[in-house]
C-alpha cells in the first residue's frame, strides 16, 4: 500500500514564525501535492513538484513556499506565519499520468492541523 | 474549464436508507472522476473512479457511482447506509490536458451524517 506520512499531526505556532511541514511519501510517485483544507471551501492546491528540485505554483500559492530535495520527500514552508493561515494542510502524491494525460488517484497524508496565534 | 459542483454541503440518512450523494462537472473533454471519503482525522482516500471504462463504478465499502455524460453527473449511492460511513465526501474532477501538472479539481464537500 502506498504511504504518505505528514511530520505532525497537530501544530500551534506563534504569528510571524517560520514553519515547515514535512512529506514523505514511499512509493516513488513522481507528483507531490501540498493542499490546505478549510470547511466550505474543499481542497485548494498550494503547490505541485513533478521531479526532484522541480515546483509549479497552484491556485494559492501567496505566503507559502515549497522544498523538493529528494524524490519521496515534500516539504512546505511558511516564512512567515500569519493567522489566516491556521488551517487544516494535506500532502498528496501520484504517478505522472502520462498515458491519459489527465491527473490521477492521489494518495493523501493524514493531514496537519496547523493553528497560528 | 473544469469545475465540480456537490448539491448538499450535509446530508443526513438513517441507518439502513439509501445514500445519495450528488456530483455534477463541467468539463470540455471526457474526464477522469473521482469520489473520495475523509474520516474524521484523516487525509482523503480514494473511493472509486472513472476513466471512460463502465459508466458504472463500484467502488470500496458499497459504494457506486455512474457516469452520466448527458447530466453531467457522478453521482455517489450506497443501497444501506451503515453508522462507519459517517464521513466527508469529496467529488474531484480532471480533464485538462494542457496544464503543466496533473491537475484534479476538488468540489467543496459533503459531510454525511448517519442517523441510527
Not at chain 2, 468539463?27 to 458504472?56: C, D, I
Not at chain 2, 468540489?107 to 442517523?115: H, N, Q, R
Amino acid at each position: 500500500d502506498v504511504k504518505v506520512t505528514q511530520s505532525s499531526r497537530y501544530l500551534v505556532k506563534r504569528t510571524g514564525e517560520k514553519v515547515f511541514l514535512e512529506c514523505v511519501q514511499d512509493m516513488d510517485h513522481e507528483n507531490m501535492f501540498w493542499y490546505r483544507q478549510d470547511p466550505g471551501l474543499g481542497l485548494r492546491l498550494i503547490y505541485f513538484s513533478y521531479d526532484v528540485k522541480m515546483k509549479e505554483k497552484g491556485d494559492i500559492p501567496e505566503g507559502y513556499s515549497v522544498s523538493r530535495e529528494k524524490k519521496e520527500r515534500f516539504s512546505l514552508i511558511l516564512e512567515s506565519a500569519s493567522t489566516n493561515q491556521t488551517s487544516m494542510y494535506l500532502c498528496a502524491s501520484s504517478f505522472v499520468a502520462e498515458a491519459s494525460g489527465r491527473g490521477d488517484t492521489q494518495y493523501f497524508g493524514p493531514g496537519t492541523r496547523l493553528t497560528v496565534l | 474549464a473544469q469545475s465540480v459542483t456537490q448539491l448538499g454541503s450535509h446530508v443526513s440518512v438513517s441507518e439502513g436508507a439509501l445514500v445519495l450523494l450528488r456530483c455534477n462537472y463541467s468539463s470540455s473533454v471526457p474526464p477522469y472522476l473521482f469520489w473520495y471519503v475523509q474520516y474524521p482525522n484523516q487525509g482523503l482516500q480514494l473511493l472509486l473512479k472513472y476513466t471512460s471504462a463502465a459508466t458504472l463504478v463500484k467502488g470500496i465499502n458499497g459504494f457506486e457511482a455512474e457516469f452520466k455524460k448527458s447530466e453531467t453527473s457522478f453521482h455517489l449511492t450506497k443501497p444501506s447506509a451503515h453508522m462507519s460511513d459517517a464521513a466527508e465526501y469529496f467529488c474531484a474532477v480532471s480533464d485538462d490536458l494542457k496544464t503543466s501538472y496533473d491537475k484534479v479539481i476538488f468540489g467543496p464537500g459533503t459531510s454525511l451524517s448517519v442517523i441510527p
